[in-house]
């Protein structure tokens, strides 16, 4: 089993910055891992993903060449630098941890995160 827990999250003005952090813990490795997030009324979106070498990222079309994706493989830590926020970035945000299939698909996930809010104000 693999434990996973989102910090990090907060009240931010637009175009200011937040890092968000996801800790796993228990039976770690070889897992990809990968940012999604939630807005009320919305289906689940792709934000980033990286492999577990730390060697390949992924972005979603929305939040390329502001959130930068990386990985502390010794502290199995994942982190979410977040620059230039916008209002629309205003959702909860999850990490998950996946051994198989496509970065982008929420089911190729084994495990999730419970989430942590983040609001961007205009």
């Known amino acids: 089993q693999v434990q996973l827990v989102e910090s990090g999250g907060g009240l931010v003005q637009a175009g200011g910055s937040l890092r968000l952090s996801c800790a796993a813990s228990?039976?770690?490795?070889?897992?990809?891992m990968g940012w999604f997030r939630q807005a009320p009324g919305k289906e689940r979106e792709f934000v980033a993903a990286i492999s577990w070498s730390g060697g390949n990222t992924y972005y979603g079309d929305s939040v390329k060449g502001r959130f930068t994706i990386f990985r502390d493989s010794a502290k199995n830590t994942v982190y979410l630098q977040m620059n230039s926020l916008k209002p629309e970035d205003t959702a909860v945000y999850y990490c998950?941890?996946?051994?198989?299939?496509?970065?982008?698909?929420?089911?190729?996930?084994?495990?999730w995160g419970q989430g942590t809010q983040v609001t961007v104000s205009s």
């Open positions: 998950a941890a996946r051994t198989r299939g496509t970065y982008y698909s929420n089911s190729s996930y084994d495990y």
């Open positions: 228990g039976r770690f490795g070889p897992y990809a």
